[in-house]
């Protein structure tokens, strides 16, 4: 059974064995969270070129390539390589993800929407991507880009009301009436609060 779980990336070296387009994507992920990464494959597609933070090294796999990684991606179309560094990440106790094999990996990366500081995730545990794929396109029409600035005014008030207010029920109120409000709604409230703690 897999356990939900944010992780902070900042100092955890990743690498990404493969250069096709699932290790791409991979690579885009992690790109989306600012997070550089090195990439070991003979080839890469074309699309690896236009990412940023991102290092590429030309050669087949050898350990010494994932030694001091903490967490490792094998995306390569050869299962003798993956279930290899499946082995020697499970022997050295490393995070290792092999794609399109949940029972090999020790973390998955599930489907996923970003907005800003709101992230909200979805997972099958590996028995239907394509379901995790439709629920991730809802929650995409649902909460669109708008909620990027939402979930940051939002989180900029209730810092405002609790410099401001020390009783821990009001406190909980005002939040509460708060993810009430549309965003403009919420602007306007922001600009009260900023007023007031002037």
Excluded at 27 to 53: G, T
Excluded at 68 to 86: G, K, L, Y
Excluded at 100 to 128: E, H, I
Aim: aromatic share 10%; hydrophobic share 35%.
């Amino acid at each position: 059974m897999l356990y939900p779980i944010n992780l902070e990336l900042n100092h955890v070296e990743i690498v990404v064995i493969g250069g096709g387009e699932v290790a791409y994507r991979k690579c885009k992920n992690f790109s989306e969270f600012n997070k550089s990464v090195k990439v070991v494959a003979p080839s890469f597609i074309e699309l690896f070129y236009e990412l940023e933070n991102v290092e590429l090294i030309w050669d087949s796999y050898k350990e010494e390539y994932i030694q001091h990684a903490q967490m490792v991606v094998a995306a390569t179309d050869n299962q003798v390589i993956n279930q290899a560094i499946e082995e020697y990440c499970h022997l050295h106790q490393k995070l290792v993800n092999v794609v399109d094999s949940v029972s090999l990996s020790n973390y998955t990366v599930p489907s996923y929407v970003k907005r800003g500081d709101l992230l909200l995730s979805v997972s099958t545990g590996g028995k239907s991507p394509s379901l995790s794929k439709k629920i991730r396109m809802e929650l995409e029409k649902k909460y669109d880009d708008s909620y990027e600035e939402y979930v940051h005014l939002l989180g900029v008030i209730r810092q405002q009301i609790i410099e401001q207010y020390e009783d821990v029920k009001v406190r909980r109120r005002l939040i509460q009436e708060l993810i009430k409000l549309d965003l403009d709604a919420l602007k306007e409230e922001g600009r009260k609060y900023m007023s007031e703690g002037e």
